[in-house]
Antibody
Framework: QVQLVQSGAEVKIPGASVKLSCKAS????????VHWVRQAPGQGLEWMGI????????SYTQKFQGRVTMTRDTSTSTVYMEVSSLTSEDTAVYYCARDVADDYSFDYWGQGTLVTVSS | QSALTQPASVSGSPGQSITISCTGTSSDIGSYNLVSWYQQHPGKAPELMIF???KRPSGVSNRFSGSRSGNTASLTISGLQAEDEADYYC??????????FGGGTKLTVL
């Protein structure tokens, strides 16, 4: 069965970086785009960007350009997202999600990773 | 780009039907049929309920339906059940590899 398993919770100080992972299984990794979405406590969903696991091409929403980097490792079917220059406003649950069919909808989601930024 | 606009809350009694609207612009919902809807229960990851404005993934109840007209998309839930109580988010492709979410709607089943 399709699964996206994310790395564990992180606690970071302001100014630091965090690198999250999302390991895919149960399907051909390179056939489906993967997105990252975050949700601050008590808030709504916010789309961050997309990566094509086949060629590694990426696109980030303007808000995160220059601060977010998405990569992938096809040998382990894992997608990574690094967020730099963290502030308290980056405290959120970060989800990876698989694109249904290149139509920007998400049929499978990871369990989420809580990132807490605090001094 | 601004988020899509959803009502903050809606409510209905068991068995009734409710509709959640999602208003965008001619640059997103008005231009693309790539609208999706997600249900999220507290502490859980979102779940896809509708994609491409009106298509239902396998396994999703046919009580859930979606539509799109002009710059507005809608999610209708018929025959409300207690387990439908959750947050609902709309989402639309906005061109140039960009995606927008709505602010979310809390559905209360009375």
């Amino acid at each position: 069965q399709v699964q996206l398993v994310q790395s564990g919770a992180e606690v970071k100080i302001p100014g630091a970086s965090v690198k999250l992972s999302c390991k895919a299984s149960g399907y051909t990794f390179t056939r489906y785009y993967v997105h990252w979405v975050r949700q601050a406590p008590g808030q709504g969903l916010e789309w961050m960007g997309i990566i094509n696991p086949s060629g590694g091409s990426t696109s980030y929403t303007q808000k995160f350009q220059g601060r977010v980097t998405m990569t992938r490792d096809t040998s382990t079917s894992t997608v990574y997202m690094e967020v730099s220059s963290l502030t308290s406003e980056d405290t959120a649950v970060y989800y990876c999600a698989r694109d249904v069919a290149d139509d920007y909808s998400f049929d499978y989601w990871g369990q989420g990773t809580l990132v807490t930024v605090s001094s | 780009q601004s988020a899509l606009t959803q009502p903050a809350s809606v409510s209905g009694s068991p068995g009734q039907s409710i509709t959640i609207s999602c208003t965008g612009t001619s640059s997103d919902i008005g231009s693309y049929n790539l609208v999706s809807w997600y249900q999220q229960h507290p502490g859980k990851a979102p779940e896809l309920m509708i994609f491409e404005a009106s298509k239902r993934p396998s396994g999703v109840s046919n009580r859930f339906s979606g539509s799109r007209s002009g710059n507005t998309a809608s999610l209708t839930i018929s025959g409300l059940q207690a387990e439908d109580e959750a947050d609902y988010y709309c989402c639309s492709y906005a061109g140039n590899s960009n995606l927008l979410f709505g602010g979310g709607t809390k559905l209360t089943v009375l």
